[in-house]
């Protein structure tokens, strides 16, 4: 079965300051898809990053990184030079490349303080 | 921009009363789906439908029916509202991308928070 562990239910972070939310996965797929999404406390669920399974390099987006370690099964996301807007619940998630859904992780709550 | 439009962002309804949850999405996607969102659990999948009146099961269908007549609307219906559904709800939507990719990045709309008295 398909598992997305998000351990830190919840983080600290000063402005400026890098930090890592941790997502390990569990799979017997060769092929899919990881995801991050940001959640703030508006509600609505926006994308971040993604990473395929087959990708060699680690996925980028502006500020954010996905740290990929596959032999590992996990797919950290790190937000450098945080900001207080930052603030938000993260979620880990992925999809297997022959499937619809998406399987979620339980979030981690990061908090950004100056 | 892709746009997912949920029929209200707070609800209040009473147990035992029907509750309809209204999604739309404007970009013509095949895929839609229903979930739940609870402190401490994430987002479950409560159903989703791949195209115009097909749907299949998440993982916690129970007390729970959709309906998709229409490709761009996605019902979630609570014939009998209990307490015990009171939570988040969020729809999305995605369309699979050619050549097979695993990327599908799912669209959120704003969520809807259900309160059942």
């Known amino acids: 079965a398909q598992k997305i562990t998000q351990t830190q239910p919840g983080m600290f972070v000063q402005e400026k300051e890098a930090v890592t939310l941790d997502c390990t996965y569990d799979?017997?797929?060769?092929?899919?898809?990881l995801f991050w999404y940001k959640q703030p406390s508006s509600g609505e669920m926006i994308f971040l990053i993604y990473q395929g399974s087959y990708d060699e390099q680690n996925a980028t987006e502006g500020r954010y990184s996905l740290n990929f370690q596959k032999a590992r099964k996990s797919a950290n996301l790190v937000i450098s030079a945080s900001q207080l807007g930052d603030s938000a619940m993260y979620f880990c998630?992925?999809?297997?490349?022959?499937?619809?859904?998406?399987?979620f992780g339980t979030g981690t709550r990061l908090q950004v303080f100056p | 921009d892709v746009k997912v439009t949920q029929s209200s962002r707070y609800l209040v309804k009473r147990t035992g009363e029907k509750v309809f949850l209204e999604c739309v999405q404007d970009m013509d996607h095949e895929n839609m789906f229903w979930y739940r969102q609870d402190p401490g659990l994430g987002l479950r999948l409560i159903y989703f439908s791949y195209d115009v009146k097909m749907k299949e099961k998440g993982d916690i269908p129970e007390g729970y029916s959709v309906s998709r007549e229409k490709k761009e609307r996605f019902s979630l219906i609570l014939e009998s509202a209990s307490t015990n559904q009171t939570s988040m709800y969020l729809c999305a939507s995605f369309s699979y991308l050619p050549g097979g990719s695993s990327y599908n990045e799912q669209f959120f709309g704003p969520g809807t928070r259900l309160t059942v008295l």
């Open positions: 799979t017997s797929d060769q092929s899919y898809g």
């Open positions: 998630a992925m999809r297997a490349h022959n499937t619809d859904k998406l399987i």
